[in-house]
């Protein structure tokens, strides 16, 4: 697939693109024609990840960003327009779960998560707006990772549960404000999907019952009319398509990718 007809390749930043579903939304905007632009807090995971997507061909760099530090997205956002330009298309994808009994929750993880999952795309979506240049743009995509736990509530997943649902206020508001502008907001709700996060989620579980991994990956799958997880590819395959031209009437919208998990 090639991006939309134009001369010049749109320039794509992704948020938590050493992984899962970040990984594979990174490689289709590239394949697509994207010059993309990716970033984690690990380093030594940057850097290899850079040299991947490079060898398949793709038009790819990056640089550290820890999403929970203002001047650090400063200085990310800075980076990546002077290495490609101005901003085109922003996903924001990362973020972490976390959860628990909710009377036991430390406030230190509460505020962790609502920091990394809700905070930072306020953050990076100001920053890309300015810095990026992107509100000066006849057209842009925003694009917000967040859940199906964005629209139910998930049992021992408050905190997570909270900041995704706050993304998905957060993309309608803006959806909403930037619509005459030709910038597109909207928020990607996966359901289970197969990724580290995925398997450190099961672990979590796991304990929190007192059973094994297994019996909880039965539990869920259990729960998906599909039968199985999402691929980061399926996922993916939304957000490369949100970033096209035709998907330019699509605002302000949550929509799943969770193999019949959400029904609303
Ligand atoms: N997997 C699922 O079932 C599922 C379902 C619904 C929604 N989601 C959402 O999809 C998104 C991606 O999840 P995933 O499953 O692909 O996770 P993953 O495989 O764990 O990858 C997470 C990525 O985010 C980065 N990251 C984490 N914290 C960061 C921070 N503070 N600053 C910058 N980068 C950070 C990680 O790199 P570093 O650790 O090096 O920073 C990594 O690149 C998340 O927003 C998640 O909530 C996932």
Redesign the pocket.
């Known amino acids: 697939m090639t991006q939309d007809a134009q001369s010049i390749p749109r320039v794509a930043l992704i948020?938590?693109?050493?992984?899962?579903?970040?990984?594979?939304s990174a490689r289709l905007l590239a394949e697509q024609g994207h010059r993309v632009f990716i970033?984690?807090?690990?380093a030594e995971?940057?850097t290899a990840?850079v040299k991947e997507l490079r060898e398949e061909g793709l038009d790819v760099d990056g640089s550290v960003?820890?999403?929970?530090?203002s001047a650090?997205v400063t200085a990310f956002v800075q980076a990546a327009v002077d290495r490609f330009g101005t901003i085109d298309v922003l996903v924001?994808?990362?973020?972490?779960?976390g959860g628990g009994v909710t009377a036991d929750i430390a406030d230190e993880l509460w505020d962790d998560v609502i920091?990394?999952?809700l905070n930072?795309v306020f953050r990076l979506t100001k920053e890309v707006l300015n810095t990026g240049g992107m509100r000066h743009k006849d057209r842009g995509r925003i694009i917000n990772?967040?859940?199906?736990?964005g629209k139910q509530g998930v049992v021992l997943g408050a905190p997570?549960s909270a900041?995704?649902h706050g993304v998905v206020g957060f993309t309608k508001a803006l959806g909403n404000e930037l619509a005459p502008t030709g910038i597109t907001v909207n928020a990607v709700?996966?359901?289970?999907?197969?990724?580290?996060?995925?398997q450190?989620?099961r672990q979590g579980y796991a304990a929190a019952y007192d059973t094994d991994e297994d019996t909880i990956l039965a539990k869920f799958r259990s729960k998906i009319p599909l039968g199985r997880?999402?691929t980061?590819e399926e996922?993916a395959g939304l957000v490369g398509y949100l970033a096209s031209d035709t998907a330019g009437s699509i605002t302000a919208q949550a929509l799943n990718v969770?193999g019949g998990l959400g029904n609303f």
């Open positions: 948020t938590g693109a050493t992984s899962g579903i970040g990984l594979a970033g984690a807090r690990s995971n940057v990840t960003v820890d999403v929970r530090d650090a924001n994808n990362a973020g972490r779960s920091d990394t999952n930072s990772i967040a859940s199906t736990a997570y900041s995704k709700c996966p359901g289970y999907v197969e990724t580290p996060m995925a450190r989620v997880y999402s980061p996922v969770c």
